[in-house]
């Protein structure tokens, strides 16, 4: 029996609903001086898929791409404890010249 790979990008999510939305921090606003853009992403996409989803919606070449799944917090309300949900954050290089823009000016 011949097996084969298939690299399979996440059919069921579309490139819309893989990125969430941008991280607009201190330390993010600094990686934008060397054309690293932090976002909120899936927590179950890989970086391929991170990869062909930002080149799809922003139209620029992604270099390279790092992810970290950050730990769970604790929320209380009250006496009652609880989690708040766990997310994954994606850094992401870009080629030299390639510009997302994230701030709308007016």
């Not at 990125?19 to 890989?46: C, G, H, M, W």
């Not at 139209?59 to 769970?72: A, G, M, Q, S, Y």
């Not at 997310?87 to 992401?92: E, G, P, T």
């Amino acid at each position: 029996m011949l097996l084969r790979r298939f690299i399979v990008i996440n059919s069921s999510n579309s490139n819309t609903q893989i990125i969430k939305y941008p991280i607009i921090t201190d330390k993010a606003t600094r990686l934008l001086e060397n054309n690293q853009y932090s976002f909120i992403v899936d927590r179950y996409s890989d970086k391929l898929t991170i990869k062909a989803a930002i080149e799809y919606l922003f139209n620029v070449k992604v270099i390279k791409v790092n992810t970290c799944r950050l730990p769970r917090k604790k929320k209380r309300v009250g006496k009652y404890i609880g989690w708040k949900p766990q997310y994954k954050k994606a850094i992401v290089s870009l080629k030299e010249g390639d510009v997302i823009n994230l701030f709308t000016e007016n």
